[in-house]
């Protein structure tokens, strides 16, 4: 990180709408049809069950045991937006807490992907925000800088860029990158219809997929 603060205008290449048509695809389906990439680590995870994200990333790079550029972020960006925050590395400051949030909320932003650590979790977790954070801490952090938003970030070993799409469910974060967005979505449509017509199937009694057979008749265990 370069050690100056930097806030780059929002200027989102996919529509809030068409960012919307993500909304329910679940983070492990657009991971499969993604080829498996693009799955931040399991250390980050919502802080309560049921959480659910989906919108449009706003990026957030900044030191360790320092906020201020989430602060920044947070009032740069749109309502719907994700923040996606980098803390590089930090674990010993929560660096965001229930005034944040409540700004957030206000902003109707639409949730937080941290790299880091929060606070005040027990009410965060009430409040309906939506956050995916790699763990708590009481202790607070600095507002100093340096940092950078809507730049390139690193999270979960997931290169985000401002403008990507964030689906974050109980089973992780997902990154769809703006540029194959449009072409995942039909996709991921169609493993759901496919996995629906395999739900039937195993309710009508036929617990083998007919794509499975050959690998398991190859080893003799079918």
């Known amino acids: ?5 930097s806030v780059a205008p929002v200027n989102h290449p996919l529509s809030a709408e068409f960012a919307a048509g993500f909304n329910d695809i679940p983070a492990p389906v657009a991971n499969d049809c993604y080829g ?24 957030v790079a900044m030191p360790p045991d320092d906020n201020l550029m989430l ?7 749109e309502p719907g937006d994700i923040l996606v925050a980098s803390t590089s590395n930090d674990r010993h400051s929560g660096v965001w807490g229930e005034l944040m949030t409540r700004a957030a909320m206000a902003r109707g932003l639409g949730g937080l ?19 995916f954070a790699r763990g708590t801490c009481a202790r ?9 938003v809507n730049s390139p970030v690193a999270v979960g070993n997931v290169v985000v860029q401002h403008g990507d799409i964030i689906i974050g469910d109980d089973d992780g974060v997902m990154v769809v990158p ?36 050959p690998a398991l008749e190859k080893w003799n265990v079918a």
């Open 178 to 213: 703006a540029a194959d967005a449009a072409a995942l979505l039909p996709l991921c449509r169609d493993k759901l219809a496919k996995e629906g017509a395999r739900i039937e199937a195993i309710a009508s009694g036929s617990p083998k997929p007919g794509w499975l057979m």
């Open 1 to 5: 990180m370069s050690f100056d603060c």
């Open 36 to 59: 498996r990439r693009n799955i931040m680590d399991a250390g980050i995870k919502p802080i309560a069950r049921g959480m659910h994200l989906c919108g449009r990333a706003v990026t």
């Open 113 to 131: 992907v941290l790299d880091g650590m929060c606070r005040d979790s027990a009410w965060i977790a009430e409040s309906g925000f939506q956050l």
């Open 71 to 77: 602060h920044a972020a947070l009032h740069a960006a």
């Open 140 to 148: 607070g952090s600095r507002k100093l800088g340096p940092g950078h």
